[in-house]
């Protein structure tokens, strides 16, 4: 059976969930937004890991279809979610989705509520080439009020001119990074350069990855804001998450 097949049948069946992870305030811990992960429980394999399934996606023209999968459940479950505009719901979408502005259409096509496609972040991966993103897609994204984050930062090829052109309104620092803090790693170093790359940009920042209380500590002394990680909470099912957030207040 062709990989293709299972990801229709997977999506014809079912088979995938919308999970989602919190983003807190590094400051007072208020969670202020969640990023949508994509799980597949196949029952012919069991759990596919999305590292496993999304780059296969992407090799076999199947991103798009997934992505209308996960902005399909985010509109029919928005009352998950605080309406407010200060809490951001992050989706992750392939570079190759932006082709012809296609990720506008299909955004569009979902009839998100004024206010909640406000409260809507892209994050991109910098594993994609960036370079290669029409800056102009961008404009109209902004334009309807989502905002743009480059994910996996500091992983990538790619030149940074591409910060200029896709003008981002946050980087999510990749969570290699968060792990070297506090050792003597190079990498340490390239997360201190990361953090004031985006101050002077004014750009804002999401560390990923965040497990031990030192590496909060530190963020939150360098001026990262926004902080996500097993430390506060794992990836969870979307009908779990207004438990979640009730039980912190
Ligand atoms: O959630 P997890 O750490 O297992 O995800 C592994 C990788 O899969 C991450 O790079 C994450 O960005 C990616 N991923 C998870 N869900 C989605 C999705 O809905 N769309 C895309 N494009 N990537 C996703
Ligand atoms: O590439 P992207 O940032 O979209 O993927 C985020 C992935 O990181 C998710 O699959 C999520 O399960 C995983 N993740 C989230 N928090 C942590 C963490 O604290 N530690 C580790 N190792 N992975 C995490
Ligand atoms: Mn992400
Ligand atoms: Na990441």
Redesign the pocket.
């Known amino acids: 059976m062709s990989f293709s097949w299972e990801i229709n049948l997977g999506l014809a069946s079912r088979e995938f969930e919308v999970f989602c ?1 919190p983003l807190l305030n590094a400051r007072n811990l208020q969670c202020t937004g969640v ?1 949508l ?1 994509l799980r597949w429980n196949n029952p012919r394999q069991g759990w596919i890991s ?1 590292e496993v399934f999304i780059p296969l996606a992407e090799q076999q023209n199947l991103i798009a279809p997934l992505t209308r999968f996960v902005l399909d459940e985010t509109v029919r479950h928005l009352d998950m979610f605080p309406q407010s505009r200060d809490f951001h719901i992050g989706i ?1 979408v392939a570079a190759s989705h932006f082709h012809n502005g296609e990720i506008i259409d299909d955004l569009k096509r979902h009839w998100f509520p004024s206010q909640a496609i406000q409260q809507l972040v892209l ?1 991109l ?1 910098e594993r994609d080439a960036l370079p290669d993103v029409d800056y102009r897609v961008v404009r109209d994204l902004h334009g309807l009020g989502i905002a743009l984050a480059i ?2 930062f500091g992983t990538g090829q790619s030149s940074l001119t591409y910060l200029e052109t896709l003008n981002p309104d946050v980087l ?1 620092i990749d ?1 290699s990074f968060t792990a070297a803090i506090g050792t003597d790693a190079v990498n340490s170093t390239v997360t201190d350069i990361i953090i004031s790359l985006a101050q002077r940009l004014g750009i804002s920042l999401v560390a ?4 031990t209380p030192q590496q909060a500590e530190y963020l939150r002394n360098h001026g990262v804001n926004v902080l ?4 506060y909470a794992r ?1 969870m099912p979307l009908k779990a998450f207004p438990l979640w957030l009730e039980g912190r207040d």
């Open positions: 992870q990023e992960l999305p992750n994050e991966t994910d996996d999510k969570k990923e990855g965040v497990e996500q990680g097993y430390l990836p």
